[in-house]
């Protein structure tokens, strides 16, 4: 399942506040990094700005700022959190797992986590990086670790979870077969205060405070209909910041409408292709998503009062978007 993050609406918290928490030395230095459970972590000496329309091409991610970062790596998945990018490079998999990487403006650093690439998610300031660890728990009698949910406050440099609640009994159950027929290990997602994640016993919500877990559901399908799920899947970002237009997607499989809130006619947008969605607002008259032209990811915006959609100027065909706005790829709906 994904669960998109919706950035170009996100309002990222300033570079002061967080240097506040940063837990630098006196000469603004960056904290010595720190090793809790099966990395090392280093907190964020000037956090980046997560917010506006983020995509990767060619190793290079650009953020909504005008900044670049170069991986240096042909990218699998990425996030962008505390000092830049946190990335899992293409075809680095062995095992379960794959290596998870940070790149800034001056550095390319392991950070020793094994990750599961899809389930890579940011809280919406930046701060908090979370994943499932798919490598590094304790073993069943077969050989499989049981999956480990982590969330790192980047800012610090530290992780705030890391639990195998609730993701099956390593002393009895055959945990391969497990996250075959159970709900997989996965992160729905996160506010600024709370980690929520899903596992073969239920749903469990963390606190990035206390680092405490608590059962919320069952099962994920109990989830969907409860304020807090609505407020990971990003619905507010379907309104533009002025609150004037609304994205709609009708369930007729005709194509995605802007809606004016005033009760006036809507939009219907034109797209160059026939698979695509839109899911949030780049400006006030700028919609924005992805979409599929055969095989090869699109970003898309689409103007009003048009509705005329093309690739934002500079994207090429092919750009990854961040990994928790959309999953792998872009978002899809197949008309």
Known sequence: MRTPRLLPTVT????TALLALSG???????AEPRTDGAAAWTGAAAPVDPSGLVWAADGAVHLGDGTVIDTEQRIEAYVVAGDGVYLVPAGEREGPGA????????????????????????SPDGRYLAFIDPATGEQDAFGTPVATA???????GEEVVRSSEG???VGEDDLADLYEDAESPEVLGLTDTTAYVVGPDGVRAHDLA???????????????????????RGEDALTNPAGTWRIVDPTDGSPVRLVPEDGGAPVVTRSPVDVYELDSWLDDETAVGGGLDGETDLLLACTLPTGECAPPPGVPAGALLPVDRSGPGLPTVRR
Not at 24 to 30: K, L, Q, R, V, W
């Open 12 to 15: 990222g918290l300033t570079v």
């Open 150 to 156: 982590v969330v790192v406050d980047t800012v610090r």
């Open 210 to 232: 206390s680092g405490e877990g608590s059962v919320v559901a069952d099962s994920a399908s109990e989830v969907y209909d409860t304020d807090w799920f609505a407020a990971l």
């Open 167 to 169: 993701m099956g009994d």
């Open 99 to 122: 290596p998870l990487l940070l790149a800034t403006d001056d550095r390319l650093e392991e950070t020793g986590a094994r990750v599961e690439p899809d389930t890579l998610r940011t």
């Open 24 to 30: 630098c030395g006196e000469d603004g230095s960056a």
